[in-house]
């Protein structure tokens, strides 16, 4: 038995996390941000999924019989091709899941105009995989996208709130906008952006929902771990958390911090 691993190239993750814990109290976890390689947003799908496939192993090696990649860019890039080809060879009991498939399923539910944007990394953007996804689960819904590269460093460096800050965000935000004047959704395609949750609905205005995935993936989760008793029983059950990450430890719990509202004590890790 072992924990659930929860994976991120950087901190985002820790906001699914921080939902996951929520639902599920119970369950053990380990989260492993990849903090030292961040951001992947801009990498290429190549390394995407080294770098995802070694996080991926690790956590395997720690005793997760389930993995959750946190991350929009790992789902996009590397999710597939690991669980279609590595999976089956290497770890054919275990099970790796992402965070765009959860969301994708949901969109239909929001959209009264059938117009939905999505803002995310550059990487998850031009990956397409929210297209791709949401062909399969309501092909009349159509979908604009709009990559912000600079919204991560402004989070994890806390200058989202500063003027300059907000002009990038609403500036981002008016682009996508732009693109169509029936968007009445937003989806958050990016763990990093429920810190600004708040900041993005108050300039959209209220004629336009914003989504974040943290509750949808956590509410799947749990769907997925009723529908797999065998997954479920090979989880331990303490109500614990452990964290890894590949940058410094002291660098990692200031600004995880930050993220989940209490203090944080994590361990390196080399991949």
Same mark, same amino acid.
Not at 13 to 33: C, E, H, Q, R, S
Not at 39 to 51: K, L, T
Not at 161 to 188: C, F, H, P, Q, Y
Not at 246 to 268: I, R
């Given at each position: 038995?072992? #924990?659930? =691993?929860?994976?991120?190239?950087?901190?985002?993750?820790?906001?699914? /996390?921080?939902?996951?814990?929520?639902?599920?109290?119970?369950?053990? +976890?380990?989260?492993?941000?990849?903090?030292? @390689?961040?951001p992947y947003g801009n990498r290429s799908f190549d390394v995407v999924h080294e770098f995802t496939w070694q996080a991926v192993q690790f956590l395997?090696?720690?005793?997760? #019989?389930?993995?959750? /990649?946190?991350?929009?860019?790992?789902?996009?890039?590397?999710?597939?091709? !690991?669980?279609?080809?590595?999976?089956? /060879?290497?770890?054919?009991? @275990?099970?790796?899941?992402?965070?765009?498939? #959860?969301?994708?399923?949901?969109?239909?539910?929001?959209?009264?105009?059938?117009?939905? =944007?999505? /803002?995310?990394?550059? =990487?998850? !953007?031009?990956?397409?995989?929210?297209? !791709?996804?949401?062909?399969?689960? &309501?092909p009349h819904i159509k979908v604009f996208q709009h990559a912000c590269p600079m919204w991560v460093p402004l989070i994890e460096n806390n200058y989202h709130e500063s003027l300059a800050g907000n002009e990038i965000i609403a500036d981002d935000i008016r682009n996508l906008l732009k693109m169509s004047e029936k968007i009445d959704t937003i989806v958050l395609a990016c763990t990093h952006y429920p810190l600004i949750e708040q900041q993005i609905s108050r300039i959209v205005g209220p004629?336009?929902?914003?989504?974040?995935?943290?509750?949808?993936? &956590?509410?799947?989760?749990?769907? +997925?771990?009723?529908?797999? #008793?065998?997954?479920?029983?090979?989880?331990?059950?303490?109500?614990?958390?452990?964290?890894f990450t590949t940058e410094h430890p002291s660098v990692f719990n200031d600004k995880a911090s930050l993220f989940l509202g209490e203090q944080v004590l994590a361990s390196q890790v080399h991949l």
């Amino acid at each position: 038995m072992g #924990p659930i =691993g929860i994976f991120d190239s950087g901190y985002g993750g820790l906001t699914v /996390l921080a939902k996951i814990k929520n639902a599920l109290p119970n369950f053990d +976890y380990l989260y492993l941000g990849d903090n030292a @390689r961040a951001p992947y947003g801009n990498r290429s799908f190549d390394v995407v999924h080294e770098f995802t496939w070694q996080a991926v192993q690790f956590l395997f090696s720690q005793g997760c #019989p389930l993995i959750i /990649l946190a991350c929009n860019t790992a789902s996009a890039k590397a999710l597939r091709t !690991i669980q279609q080809t590595q999976l089956p /060879l290497f770890f054919p009991d @275990r099970r790796v899941l992402g965070v765009i498939r #959860p969301s994708t399923e949901s969109i239909g539910e929001w959209t009264k105009s059938n117009h939905v =944007g999505i /803002l995310g990394t550059q =990487g998850t !953007i031009q990956s397409n995989s929210y297209v !791709i996804e949401l062909k399969k689960f &309501a092909p009349h819904i159509k979908v604009f996208q709009h990559a912000c590269p600079m919204w991560v460093p402004l989070i994890e460096n806390n200058y989202h709130e500063s003027l300059a800050g907000n002009e990038i965000i609403a500036d981002d935000i008016r682009n996508l906008l732009k693109m169509s004047e029936k968007i009445d959704t937003i989806v958050l395609a990016c763990t990093h952006y429920p810190l600004i949750e708040q900041q993005i609905s108050r300039i959209v205005g209220p004629s336009v929902r914003v989504i974040s995935q943290g509750e949808i993936v &956590a509410s799947k989760l749990e769907e +997925y771990l009723k529908k797999h #008793p065998k997954i479920t029983a090979e989880t331990s059950k303490k109500g614990n958390t452990r964290y890894f990450t590949t940058e410094h430890p002291s660098v990692f719990n200031d600004k995880a911090s930050l993220f989940l509202g209490e203090q944080v004590l994590a361990s390196q890790v080399h991949l």
